[in-house]
Nanobody, 119 residues
Framework: QVQLVESGGGLAQAGGSLRLSCAAS????????MGWFRQAPGKEREFVAA????????SYADSVKGRFTISRNNAENTVYLQMNSLKPEDTAVYYC????????????WGRGTQVTVFS
């Protein structure tokens, strides 16, 4: 289990940008697949993006492709989510998550950071 803490959320105008950060505890961070999920008011948690151990491969939900970019810095035990061209529909609590390659699902979660986008 790796401890995860998100930061960087806040209030943004539609069309603007925010950069979320997720700091992991001092474990073997590079051994984890990292991901971002979000949960909007009244909705279920949904997948946003994920990145492999080296950062060479990433996947995105269709709703954020072309607007969001996930990246990681293993030396700093940190994963990022650059959010551009924000829309009100992006309003949600964003969660950082991690899983080992031995697991089929993400087992470690941060407490979340609120992102609110207004028009």
């Amino acid at each position: 289990q790796v401890q995860l803490v998100e930061s960087g959320g806040g209030l943004a105008q539609a069309g603007g940008s925010l950069r979320l950060s997720c700091a992991a505890s001092g474990r073997t961070f590079s051994s984890y697949v990292m991901g971002w999920f979000r949960q909007a008011p009244g909705k279920e948690r949904e997948f946003v993006a994920a990145i492999n151990w080296s950062g060479s491969s990433a996947s995105y939900a269709d709703s954020v492709k072309g607007r969001f970019t996930i990246s990681r810095n293993n030396a700093e035990n940190t994963v990022y989510l650059q959010m551009n061209s924000l829309k009100p529909e992006d309003t949600a609590v964003y969660y950082c998550a991690a899983r080992t390659y031995d697991s089929s699902s993400f087992g470690s979660w941060g407490r979340g950071t609120q992102v609110t986008v207004f028009s």
